[in-house]
């Protein structure tokens, strides 16, 4: 019966499931990437490795609406009242239970939204994405099928962007372990297809189809989820259209969010655009490759902390600071312990084993590992204490990321136009913003508002991840 307990406990956590569902997509990582860089050309990876950089920047395009309803929805769960109320020193009157009103416009106006910034949104990439694969593409052999594929991309993103309402509700309502538990299961089978896929066909465009139908596969099944929860109140509800009330009660909070996004996610993400334009195909490969890496990395270490965000948000929609506060030192101690170890492990065996594959495709050496994975280490200790400090509903990712931003964009051209670092800027420009503004800032928002113990509350949560990698740097220098 115990075990049976366990197991169940497991099935449900959202942390797990989360888990879950970064392992499965991790094994992108361990399966299907190594082999990719095994049957594609260098220049093909370099153009896959791309075509996802442009992929992923479809997080930026909802103009910060994604991450801001679901934080009005966690609020709604717990009984807000009045979205506009909340404040960061006040909390508005609630419910003695869910507000399914508040939730149904919410998924409303989440609807209208999507569908017009998408359409925006896909002007964009196809512009920019035109230029950018430009030069890369004209390198390959199949430029023809590299082009169509690209075509595929933004008709499937437009309609995964406006699918993204669905796992946007079942976040809200805090249903976050079955949704990840579902992602881990279709992203294992999409791996395990894209496996097959690679080896029968060594097709770059093939590699792009399968990925695509896996997404709209994914979305269609988070929309039957939406429909069959909560006794199916989501099928009931009734789109009336954008509320103006609630768009312009959350707008501030969207506004800055995506700004904080555009300046930090989407700069880091611009440096592989940047060096896909400057460097040679071996090194361009090897950092975009280190990128992917890395940022496989980070989203696998979010979940102790970010899985948990709606009931964080709930928990502070009802008053409940010593519930909210506890959890909340686990999960980001356990998220900087999975980014340390994790980003460790790479860092030793990763070359090993891609020259035992015989990859077409090499980390970038052990410097340069060193110098991004300390900057994402800096940059997910500051993003933690960023996200804490939102659950507030005082905004202030524009701030942070913004001016952490200009610092990052300010230090990237002048090391690498005026000090001729070459590649290795962008890391060391990304560490110089954190240390320089970002990590500070918003460690000082959170200290502030929870009034929490600096040693005590250090100790509890990043001393040992930070013990770890200084240990790995130290001995990868000297040993």
Not at 77 to 89: L, P
Not at 179 to 208: D, H, K, N
Request: glycine share 6%.
């Amino acid at each position: 019966m115990r075990k049976i307990n366990i197991i169940h406990k497991i099935w449900e956590s959202p942390t797990f499931t989360t888990w879950g569902s970064f392992l499965s997509k991790s094994l992108y990582a361990v399966l299907l990437l190594p082999v990719i860089t095994t049957v594609l050309s260098p220049e093909d990876i370099t153009i896959w490795l791309l075509f996802n950089i442009l992929i992923g920047l479809q997080n930026l395009g909802d103009l910060g609406f994604g991450v801001t309803f679901i934080r009005v929805m966690s609020y709604a769960m717990g009984g807000a009242v009045d979205i506009s109320g909340f404040t960061k020193s006040s909390r508005p009157a609630r419910t003695n239970g869910p507000n399914y009103e508040l939730l149904e416009k919410s998924d409303s106006a989440t609807r209208y939204l999507l569908f017009y910034t998408s359409l925006a949104f896909i002007i964009i990439i196809a512009l920019s994405g035109y230029f950018t694969l430009k030069k890369p593409i004209s390198l390959t052999v199949q430029q023809g099928n590299a082009w169509i594929a690209f075509g595929l991309i933004l008709i499937t993103t437009f309609v995964r962007f406006n699918g993204n309402r669905y796992s946007i509700f079942l976040q809200g309502v805090n249903h976050v372990a079955m949704l990840r538990r579902w992602e881990a299961i279709i992203s294992v089978l999409s791996i395990f297809s894209g496996f097959c896929v690679a080896i029968l066909t060594r097709s770059l465009l093939w590699l792009i189809v399968n990925q695509q139908v896996w997404a709209i596969i994914q979305m269609l099944f988070n929309r039957y989820l939406c429909r069959n929860i909560m006794e199916g109140r989501f099928r009931r509800f009734i789109h009336k259209g954008l509320d103006k009330d609630l768009v312009r009660a959350i707008w501030p909070a969207a506004w800055k969010s995506w700004t904080g996004s555009l300046m930090s996610y989407g700069v880091v993400q611009a440096s592989g655009l940047v060096v896909a334009q400057i460097g040679t195909t071996p090194t361009v490969s090897a950092y975009l490759f280190s990128l992917k890496i890395l940022d496989i990395i980070k989203n696998f270490s979010n979940a102790p902390f970010y899985s948990k965000i709606p009931l964080y948000n709930r928990l502070f929609a009802e008053g409940n600071m010593n519930g909210l506060l506890a959890r909340v030192e686990n999960g980001i101690r356990y998220s900087l312990l999975t980014f340390s170890v994790a980003a460790i492990f790479v860092g030793i065996a990763g070359q090993p084993l891609l020259n035992l594959i015989g990859s077409n495709v090499s980390l970038v050496p052990v410097w340069m590992w060193i110098a991004m994975s300390m900057a994402y280490f800096l940059e997910r200790y500051g993003a933690l204490h960023l996200q804490l400090y939102s659950i507030t509903n005082d905004i202030v990712w524009h701030i942070a990321n913004g001016v952490s931003g200009l610092i990052f964009i300010t230090m990237s051209f002048i090391l690498t136009t005026f000090a001729g670092y070459g590649v290795i800027s962008f890391p060391l420009a990304l560490i110089i913003s954190n240390l320089s503004f970002f990590v500070w800032y918003t460690a000082r928002k959170s200290y502030k508002y929870f009034k929490f113990d600096f040693p005590g509350f250090e100790y509890r949560t990043s001393f040992f991840p930070l013990l770890l990698m200084t240990a790995y740097i130290l001995f990868r220098l000297f040993v």
